[in-house]
């Protein structure tokens, strides 16, 4: 004991071995319930617009072949787009079961795969044959395959294509043309496959061509944003299958829902800001989620930011990211034209030894990015001549966007080698 | 062929067991899989199918193999799960 008496700690060092050596009671009782992925038994707030989903499929339960159906569902970030198609999909899956109808719901994030339309008919087809070669076959061909597929198996189909405006961006009208118009290339066989089409804004299918648009924009389910009461409900719900009886008081509920309800009523960054928050009173031994949690959660979550986007960038894309958190952080401005970020994009790849992008590439990126939320472009005009991008990261702190690219480039180049 | 050649080959073994544990595969599948060589994977799944064990089915350009409703395939079947299944005591009857 002698060894350790002049040994003084930190509060945090304290809690750590603390932590480390006294078992403690957690706040959770069932942390995964507040995973980004887990569909809850019920949907609060969304029951009128899971019952008109159902009303637009319920011809698979009745008569299969004679229909198929599109629908498009379109949200703000977090207001259960992906929880309804998936919580809808469970359910007719059962429903099909139970009447002896061979179904499969399947729902790809087409960001996921970059928006290609091949690796993400791929993943339809290995519903049914999971060894299907994943290379070297062109969408039209799988498409195909998919089809000749479920009519061996006389199964009907509901492909769910999330986040489907990355798809009209990488492959534009051709590729929804081939998917919305595929029935009449099929002429007197039997309707197998249907589609739920998630995107955040209807303006992702202006690009379109005519004919393409016309065949999407048949059955359109809007959600709303949630209300602070719905934001309330949503997470008390939660709470009672997360956490221990009591250990979230009802103060705390209302703090966070109001946060989240100036997050654009924003759903799934409530959940995230609930979980952390019970981190936060986990790691200080507190026994119940405190306002003080809540606050510390706050301050670390970047709400702009989504760890599976983010995955899902390209090696330059996260470079170029990486370089702009650096602009940002290193100078005070709060704009950067975009001469400046390739400056530091270059001595960025110079570091991560890449060849650097063009210019032509690097505006790409700005465009995509600025989609994405993580960065604001604006066009400014160049003292001199010209007009520039104007580059600015209005919500992420550069401190933080600096961490998060730096370790995933890291895992990227240690997973590359 | 013979029923003895048809069995008399290591690789056409393999074959058969993985296309039992997998499903349905196509012929760069099964050679990657065995580490067997591309032409001869092709000529041993041509031998089981024109034995009748296995069936192609193609789509597209995508060929594979699988097992056929066939006497001999269901035979084929249950020789290899009763093997697999007797593994660990080998002597049981």
């Given at each position: 004991?002698?060894?350790?008496?002049?040994?003084?700690?930190?509060?945090?060092?304290?809690?750590?071995?603390?932590?480390?050596?006294?078992?403690?009671?957690?706040?959770?009782?069932?942390?995964?319930?507040?995973?980004?992925?887990?569909?809850?038994?019920?949907?609060?707030?969304?029951?009128?617009?899971?019952r008109l989903l159902m009303e637009f499929f319920n011809f698979i339960l009745r008569c299969p072949e004679k229909m198929a159906q599109r629908v498009i569902l379109t949200g703000d970030v977090g207001t259960g787009k992906t929880a309804l198609a998936q919580h809808?999909?469970?359910?007719?899956?059962?429903?099909?079961?139970?009447?002896?109808?061979?179904?499969?719901?399947?729902?790809?994030?087409?960001?996921?795969?970059?928006?290609?339309?091949?690796?993400?008919?791929?993943?339809?087809?290995?519903?049914?044959?999971?060894?299907?070669?994943?290379?070297?076959?062109?969408?039209?061909?799988?498409?195909?395959?998919?089809?000749?597929?479920?009519?061996?198996?006389?199964?009907?189909?509901?492909?769910?294509?999330?986040?489907?405006?990355?798809?009209?961006?990488?492959?534009?009208?051709?590729?929804?043309?081939?998917?919305?118009?595929?029935?009449?290339?099929?002429?007197?066989?039997?309707?197998?496959?249907?589609?739920?089409?998630?995107?955040?804004?209807?303006?992702?299918?202006?690009?379109?061509?005519?004919?393409?648009?016309?065949?999407?924009?048949?059955?359109?389910?809007?959600?709303?944003?949630?209300?602070?009461?719905?934001?309330?409900?949503?997470?008390?719900?939660?709470?009672?299958?997360?956490?221990?009886?009591?250990?979230?008081?009802?103060?705390?509920?209302?703090?966070?829902?109001?946060?989240?309800?100036?997050?654009?009523?924003?759903?799934?960054?409530?959940?995230?800001?609930?979980?952390?928050?019970?981190?936060?009173?986990?790691?200080?031994?507190?026994?119940?989620?405190?306002?003080?949690?809540?606050?510390?959660?706050?301050?670390?979550?970047?709400?702009?930011?989504?760890?599976?986007?983010?995955?899902?960038?390209?090696?330059?894309?996260?470079?170029?990211?990486?370089?702009?958190?650096?602009?940002?952080?290193?100078?005070?401005?709060?704009?950067?034209?975009?001469?400046?970020?390739?400056?530091?994009?270059?001595?960025?790849?110079?570091?991560?030894?890449?060849?650097?992008?063009?210019?032509?590439?690097?505006?790409?990126?700005?465009?995509?990015?600025?989609?994405?939320?993580?960065?604001?472009?604006?066009?400014?005009?160049?003292?001199?001549?010209?007009?520039?991008?104007?580059?600015?990261?209005?919500?992420?702190?550069?401190?933080?966007?600096?961490?998060?690219?730096?370790?995933?480039?890291?895992?990227?180049?240690?997973?590359?080698? | 062929?013979?029923?003895?050649?048809?069995?008399?080959?290591?690789?056409?073994?393999?074959?058969?067991?993985?296309?039992?544990?997998?499903?349905?595969?196509?012929?760069?599948?099964?050679?990657?899989?065995?580490?067997?060589?591309?032409?001869?994977?092709?000529?041993?799944?041509?031998?089981?199918?024109?034995?009748?064990?296995?069936?192609?089915?193609?789509?597209?350009?995508?060929?594979?193999?699988?097992?056929?409703?066939?006497?001999?395939?269901?035979?084929?079947?249950?020789?290899?799960?009763?093997?697999?299944?007797?593994?660990?005591?080998?002597?049981?009857?």
């Open positions: 004991m002698h060894l350790f008496k002049n040994i003084i700690l930190t509060k945090k060092q304290y809690s750590l071995l603390r932590n480390a050596v006294v078992p403690r009671q957690s706040v959770f009782k069932d942390e995964s319930k507040l995973d980004i992925n887990y569909i809850p038994q019920k949907l609060p707030h969304r029951e009128a617009q899971q809808f999909g469970a359910e007719i899956s059962s429903e099909a079961n139970k009447r002896s109808i061979k179904f499969r719901y399947v729902h790809v994030n087409c960001r996921e795969f970059r928006g290609a339309l091949s690796p993400i008919l791929h993943r339809a087809v290995t519903a049914f044959r999971p060894n299907y070669p994943a290379r070297g076959y062109g969408a039209e061909e799988i498409l195909g395959s998919l089809m000749q597929v479920l009519d061996e198996e006389n199964a009907h189909m509901i492909l769910t294509l999330d986040e489907f405006d990355s798809l009209i961006e990488k492959e534009g009208s051709d590729a929804v043309y081939k998917l919305t118009r595929l029935q009449e290339m099929r002429q007197g066989k039997p309707q197998r496959l249907s589609f739920i089409f998630i995107m955040r804004d209807l303006k992702a299918i202006e690009p379109l061509d005519e004919s393409a648009k016309s065949t999407l924009q048949r059955s359109i389910i809007r959600l709303e944003r949630y209300g602070k009461p719905q934001l309330v409900d949503i997470l008390n719900d939660r709470v009672a299958m997360a956490f221990e009886l009591g250990a979230v008081p009802e103060d705390v509920v209302d703090l966070i829902s109001e946060l989240a309800y100036t997050e654009t009523g924003n759903a799934r960054f409530g959940i995230e800001l609930l979980w952390r928050a019970g981190k936060y009173a986990d790691a200080s031994d507190a026994g119940s989620v405190e306002a003080e949690c809540v606050r510390n959660a706050v301050s670390a979550i970047v709400p702009s930011l989504r760890r599976s986007e983010l995955a899902s960038l390209g090696l330059h894309q996260k470079l170029f990211l990486l370089a702009v958190a650096r602009y940002f952080k290193e100078n005070k401005d709060a704009y950067a034209s975009m001469g400046e970020v390739e400056k530091a994009y270059a001595v960025v790849c110079e570091e991560y030894e890449e060849t650097p992008n063009s210019h032509t590439q690097l505006y790409n990126y700005v465009q995509y990015l600025s989609k994405l939320g993580v960065i604001k472009a604006e066009i400014g005009t160049a003292e001199t001549r010209g007009r520039t991008n104007r580059i600015s990261l209005p919500t992420i702190p550069a401190v933080e966007l600096e961490r998060e690219m730096s370790e995933s480039l890291k895992q990227e180049k240690s997973g590359a080698a | 062929m013979e029923f003895e050649e048809v069995f008399s080959s290591k690789s056409r073994m393999k074959i058969l067991k993985l296309i039992n544990q997998l499903g349905q595969l196509n012929v760069s599948d099964v050679t990657r899989r065995l580490k067997l060589n591309f032409t001869s994977t092709s000529e041993h799944l041509k031998v089981l199918e024109s034995e009748g064990i296995l069936q192609e089915r193609t789509y597209g350009r995508v060929r594979m193999y699988r097992f056929s409703e066939t006497a001999k395939a269901k035979a084929v079947v249950v020789l290899i799960e009763a093997w697999e299944k007797q593994q660990p005591a080998g002597n049981e009857i």
